[in-house]
């Protein structure tokens, strides 16, 4: 995380151990953007980069801390579909918990104008 977080440090419970002990937490956590690309990543590895180009949102929820080394597990299920769109639910879980909850739209044509 401190790789990632490099010169963005405004926020030092994502990359000091000192500061996310005050804060009440046992280790530095990962940022909600860091966990969302897990995600993101397994959309696009199954669906193609572009699947993310047009119009793609999220409503998700960070449920728990996603503490460095901790091993994740992104999943995306699709739970409607239309001609022009696909619904999803999204969730990130450790091996003991849900650190990540929520959904997606994914449009399958591009909504700008020709």
């Given at each position: 995380?401190?790789?990632?977080?490099?010169?963005?440090?405004?926020n030092?419970?994502?990359?000091?151990?000192?500061?996310?002990?005050?804060?009440?937490l046992?280790?530095?956590?990962a940022?909600?953007s860091?966990?969302?690309?897990?995600?993101?990543?397994?959309?696009?590895a199954q669906?193609g980069?572009?699947?993310?180009?047009?119009?793609?949102?999220?409503?998700?929820?960070?449920?728990?801390?996603?503490?460095?080394g901790?091993?994740?597990?992104?999943s995306?299920?699709?739970?409607?579909?239309?001609?022009?769109?696909?619904?999803?639910?999204?969730?990130?879980?450790?091996?003991?918990?849900?650190?990540?909850?929520?959904?997606l739209?994914?449009?399958?044509?591009d909504?700008?104008?020709?």
């Open positions: 995380m401190r790789l990632r977080d490099a010169g963005r440090e405004h030092p419970i994502h990359t000091d151990p000192a500061v996310a002990k005050r804060e009440g046992k280790a530095p956590i940022g909600g860091h966990v969302l690309s897990f995600v993101q990543a397994l959309l696009m669906w980069p572009e699947c993310l180009l047009y119009g793609t949102s999220f409503d998700v929820r960070w449920v728990g801390q996603t503490y460095a901790t091993r994740i597990v992104p995306v299920r699709v739970c409607e579909t239309s001609a022009n769109e696909v619904h999803c639910e999204v969730e990130v879980t450790s091996e003991d918990r849900p650190l990540l909850r929520g959904t739209r994914l449009p399958l044509v909504p700008r104008p020709a």
